[in-house]
């Protein structure tokens, strides 16, 4: 192997373990959803109807958001992922929690709520299923979220409806991005409690 052949070898392996080293030193930033507080009148001032209780789920999401990486928006056919920025665990479950959370912060207080699955001795009077079909946005600009919802009371269909949300970012970093996905799962709970309450 002559001088320049060398060259031409070692440069590009020095190049990968550069990039790879510098990729290693920057930290990783973990992300959750947060419950958003209502500031308009809910139904928090109302009493609880007797025998009322609510068992959110399943509730899915799409595939591409299953990763830990936060999904950016590119455009309508194509996502991005972030290695440095992640959810701190399962999307899946912080969504379910932080909605069943944002929906009883709307909710008479003293109402039983577990998410699915729950154990045999719950059994509630109402149930809501989710189906989520779009959960992302960009960095700067905007938030979308999009889901089918069904409220059940045994064997009747309460309600069943496709909402769709759209947030704007209050700035440019992850961290606004996160915020505005959680004001948009906000305005799902808000229209999820407005259909239990006037199921009562």
Same mark, same amino acid.
């Given at each position: 192997?002559?001088?320049?052949?060398?060259?031409?070898?070692?440069?590009?392996?020095?190049?990968?373990?550069? %990039?790879?080293?510098? !990729?290693?030193?920057?930290?990783?930033?973990?992300?959750?959803?947060?419950?958003?507080?209502?500031?308009?009148?809910?139904?928090?001032? /109302? *009493?609880?109807? @007797? !025998?009322?209780?609510?068992? $959110?789920?399943?509730?899915?999401?799409?595939?591409?958001?299953?990763?830990?990486?936060?999904? %950016?928006?590119?455009?309508?056919?194509?996502?991005?992922?972030?290695?440095? &920025?992640?959810?701190?665990?399962?999307?899946?479950?912080?969504?379910?929690?932080?909605?069943?959370?944002?929906?009883? @912060?709307?909710?008479?207080?003293?109402?039983?709520? $577990?998410?699915?699955?729950?154990?045999?001795?719950?059994?509630?009077? &109402?149930?809501?299923?989710?189906?989520?079909?779009?959960?992302?946005?960009? %960095?700067?600009?905007?938030?979308?979220?999009?889901?089918?919802?069904?409220?059940?009371?045994?064997?009747?269909?309460?309600?069943?409806?496709?909402?769709?949300?759209?947030? @704007?970012?209050?700035?440019?970093?992850?961290?606004? /991005?996160?915020?505005?996905?959680?004001?948009?799962?906000? *305005?799902?709970?808000?229209?999820?409690?407005?259909?239990?309450?006037?199921? *009562?």
């Amino acid at each position: 192997m002559n001088h320049s052949t060398a060259i031409r070898i070692a440069l590009p392996l020095l190049l990968a373990v550069t %990039l790879a080293a510098c !990729g290693a030193g920057r930290p990783v930033t973990y992300y959750n959803l947060t419950t958003i507080a209502s500031p308009e009148k809910t139904g928090r001032d /109302l *009493k609880a109807p @007797a !025998g009322l209780s609510l068992g $959110l789920g399943p509730v899915t999401l799409p595939e591409a958001l299953s990763r830990p990486q936060i999904a %950016l928006r590119m455009d309508d056919q194509r996502l991005r992922y972030d290695d440095l &920025h992640r959810w701190s665990g399962s999307l899946s479950e912080d969504f379910a929690e932080t909605l069943l959370e944002d929906i009883m @912060a709307r909710l008479p207080p003293g109402i039983p709520a $577990l998410v699915f699955p729950w154990q045999g001795h719950f059994s509630p009077s &109402h149930r809501l299923i989710v189906t989520v079909i779009r959960f992302d946005g960009a %960095l700067g600009g905007k938030v979308t979220l999009k889901a089918r919802w069904s409220l059940t009371s045994g064997q009747t269909l309460l309600a069943a409806r496709q909402s769709q949300f759209t947030v @704007a970012t209050p700035g440019p970093i992850y961290r606004d /991005l996160i915020t505005a996905q959680s004001q948009a799962v906000a *305005k799902l709970a808000k229209e999820i409690s407005q259909a239990i309450i006037a199921s *009562k």
